[in-house]
Structure formats: structure tokens, C-alpha cells
């Protein structure tokens, strides 16, 4: 299923959109219960890239909030991922080709944890170092994500304001540091929307749209899939200050990022010419 072009025009005045469904039942039990894998240390993974969160947390079941970073640079089931192709058309219609994935995350957020509120930011101010900031998420929820569970709130139009700070300015104790910029325009509308969908289905945010979301009341885990995405002409800017994100001293400064690390994602008429 493609986006009509009306959908592309809201993506581009909004910042956000509304996708359809990416997997199907079987793929989404399949992610589940290797998400649990990898959280329970069942599989290999990387322990710098699961979030200090692990650490800190005592019992089992009572995660805070977790993310976990670069699945499929590490893992051979997240790795199949990047060859979704209605993924990919997607993403080819909202963002200009060839277009090539940055990161991918994991967020779990435990049942019945308030505590799991993932501040107001736009994703922009952590990967200044490559650019134009016209990269976009793709947002996938592994069960339907609901207000009460936690699912991602963004404020429209917001990618359009020009906000002047760096990630060393945001004020981690206030979850609300963003939405109080002095910069915002005066008599923006802050008034946030919430992008419910059901699981297995997918939503899309501008780099620079402003975003969060709130704490899971729900007798269920919310766990989403993400995907950070860099159209064709994304280049390295600088050098990379964090450490669990993919390696771009890989190309020279100025070169765009491509190559393994940097995978494309397929269409139907790049998998046909294959
Ligand atoms: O999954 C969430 O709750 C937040 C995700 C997020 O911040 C992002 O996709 O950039």
C-alpha cells in the first residue's frame, strides 16, 4: 500500500504521517519474542549498545524504559528487516533515493511503568553530524500502541521552526525542556497529537518534528521498532561523538554515507533489476 499524494503534502506541512500495515501477525510474534531474547541475554547481543537502563534495573519484568540500538548491524532477524519493501516504497515516496538506513532501535516499555517517558526531542539534535536534516523514522508498533500504553506523540508543523541550541544545551531532568525553547515561534500551537496505531502497522516523523511519549499504564509491555532513515544525498558532516551509533569516519567528511553499514532499503523495481 502506497501513500496518496495528498499523505506525502502532510507529511512535508506536518512533519508527520500515518502509515499502513509493514508486518504481518507471524512477523511481529517473531520480533517479540526475540526482542525477549535479547533483553532476557537468551542471544548474543552487544552490551554497550542495550542502554545503561539494563544495568541499573533490578528485577527482571521491572525494566525501566529500554532501548537498544544498532539491531541490525548485530542481529540476523532485525537484519532481514531492512529488505521489507513496503517499507521501503514508503520511505522512497517521502524522502528523495536512494534511501539508506542510519540506526534502528528497539524501545520497551514494561507494563504498569509510568516512569517510562521518553522526553520532547527532535532526533536531529543527536546526529548533527551528518545532514541535510531532511532524514526521517520510520515507526513501527509491535502491539497496537495506545494512548494508555505509551504510544509516540509529535507536535505538527514543528519540523519547520528554526530552534537554536545543541544537544549540550537540553536540560535531561525536564521532560518538557523543548516545548519551553524561547525560540519556538510566538502563538505556535503546541497542542500535541497522539499517533495511535495498530501493531504491526507504521508511522512516519521529519527529523525535526518535535516528539516523545508518556508512561505505560497498561497490564502489557509497548514495545515499538524503529528505523532512522537518510535520504540519497545524506553525507558525513563531522566526526561521530556517539559511540553506539553506525561508524562514519567510514567515509571522508563531505562523502555520502553508503555502503554495508548504510544499507539501502529495497523497492519493488530495485529488487526486480537485482
Ligand atoms: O518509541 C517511543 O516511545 C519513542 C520513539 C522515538 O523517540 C523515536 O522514534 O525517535
Redesign the pocket.
Known amino acids: 500500500m502506497l501513500f496518496t499524494d495528498a499523505e506525502i503534502e502532510q507529511y512535508k506541512e506536518q512533519g508527520y504521517l500515518q502509515g499502513p500495515r509493514v508486518f504481518s501477525d507471524g512477523q511481529i510474534v517473531v520480533l517479540q519474542q526475540h526482542i525477549d531474547e535479547i533483553l532476557d541475554g537468551r542471544v548474543d547481543f552487544p552490551k554497550h549498545l542495550m542502554g545503561e537502563t539494563i544495568e541499573q534495573s533490578g528485577a527482571k519484568g521491572q525494566l525501566p524504559s529500554v532501548k537498544v540500538v544498532n539491531l541490525f548491524r548485530h542481529d540476523p532477524v532485525f537484519a532481514e528487516v531492512v529488505d521489507n519493501v513496503g517499507i521501503g516504497e514508503l520511505a522512497h515516496q517521502l524522502m528523495q533515493g536512494p534511501v539508506r538506513l542510519w540506526e534502528d ?1 528497539m ?1 520497551y ?1 514494561p507494563s504498569f511503568d509510568e516512569r517510562t517517558v ?1 522526553a520532547w ?1 527532535q ?1 536531529y539534535t543527536y546526529w548533527d553530524h551528518v545532514g541535510p536534516a531532511d532524514m526521517g ?1 520510520c ?1 513501527i508498533a509491535l502491539e497496537d500502541a495506545t494512548v494508555d500504553n ?1 504510544c ?1 506523540h509529535v507536535v505538527p508543523g514543528s519540523h519547520r521552526w528554526d530552534l537554536d541550541y545543541t544537544r549540550e544545551d537540553v536540560d535531561g531532568s525536564d521532560p518538557d525542556w523543548l516545548l519551553k525553547r524561547p525560540d519556538i515561534p510566538v502563538g505556535a500551537d503546541l497542542a500535541p497529537v497522539a499517533c495511535e496505531v495498530a501493531a504491526g502497522h507504521c508511522h512516519f ?1 521529519h527529523c525535526k518534528t518535535f ?3 508518556f508512561g505505560n499504564r497498561t497490564a502489557d509491555a509497548r514495545r ?1 521498532y ?1 528505523m532512522h532513515l537518510m535520504p540519497g544525498n545524506t553525507r558525513r558532516l563531522g566526526d561521530n561523538w556517539n559511540e553506539r551509533q553506525g561508524d562514519v569516519e567510514i567515509v571522508p567528511v563531505g562523502a555520502v554515507l553508503e555502503g554495508a553499514t548504510y544499507p539501502e532499503l529495497k523497492t519493488a523495481a530495485s529488487q526486480d533489476s537485482a
Do not use: P, V
Request: charge should be neutral.
Open positions: 532501535q524501545i516499555k521518553l526531542h532526533d523514522t515507526w505509551g509516540m516523523h516528539h516523545g511519549s515499538s524503529i
